[in-house]
């Protein structure tokens, strides 16, 4: 096994792979065509609907990153000229306002700053502004850790009369989501993070009123690829050919998700709130200040401040000495900001012996003001 194999990914993304995910990814290569895959295409989609909680809606996997699954939504429901908001929490708001932009929406931005969430009454206030054809809202921000409560915001989208979709790429398999109840009209994820599968398919449940509000538009959707009502039939009917799938990828998704079942969603959801709080509290323990707001801290991913500026010499180190790798912020915040992915498969035990190393190491390189020692982590609940 090569020394990067080894290493504990505590970034937010992608996420280690258990060895029954590896194994199958380094069998023979699988044909698109064939029983075989047809059978394990249709499971992969009645698994998708497990970790949705989606019965009432339709379910989408397909090959390509978390971006297509951003994109795809936008394509799919927004013509030339239509007004749009997006909510954003952090870095992947921003690129959503301005995958809306690329697409020709008259695109409106509801920025949240300073580590804050977004709350009903700032929502509601903003869609009195237009008359909104869609808002797009970031579950979890992978660059600041703030999670939404996308709950109240979807309800006023209702209220409104507005479609809703929500980016989960960061949260769903970690933290709670249940489709067919919180009534958005797209949800999507990605097979890197909490579903623990290799990088490169897009899941996503689409309601049936955004389904029919994209075989009413007027403009036709300008994608092919990224076209929602080309790769539906697909969905029922793998035989059908629309482009040729990453099909290892998928077959790693489909382990992963057994593997996630075995488990049992709400168990998956219990550990991740471990995981979350034994970060949040050895942060707090360091000393250092959190990105997100309180009452606003993901349960997948935290990010915090480095008061020495010193990001990656933290990172480098963590990673030379103890395989650990973790993420700095993005772009301006490189150098004073951490990100700590916990989601996937990874022990609250092993999540806490690497939590000990990087406390040592931030002492050693006075990131640290006192003793890092934690607690051990708490009995599983
Ligand atoms: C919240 C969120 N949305 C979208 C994406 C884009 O996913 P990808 O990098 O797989 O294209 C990411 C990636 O980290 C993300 O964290």
Redesign the pocket.
Known sequence: MSQMEDNLLLI??PTNLSPRVRQVMAGPQLPHVGSTFYAMFKETVSLARYVFKNQKGVQYVYTG??????ESSVVSLVSHGDRTLTVSTGY?GH?MLMLNQVHGAQADHLEMTDGRACDPDTLRKGLRNAKYTAVFI?????SSSVINPVDELVEECNKAGVLSVV?S??AIGGVPLDFDRLGADIVFT?S??ALAGA?GAVLLAVSQRAIEHMEKRKAQIESYYMNLLKWKPIMDDPRMYLATPATQVLLALREAMLELKEEGLENRWARHTRLGELTRSMVERWGQKFVAEEGHRANTVTSFWVDKQNAGEIQGTLEKEHGIMIARGIYDDRDRMLRIGHFGILPVDTLHSALEKMGGVMKELGAVPGDVKVARPAKKR
Request: hydrophobic fraction near 25%.
């Open positions: 937010p993304g990153s978390g971006t297509i699954g951003m992947f690129r970031t579950h979890v921000d992978t980016d790429v960061c990605a890197q993070k990088p």
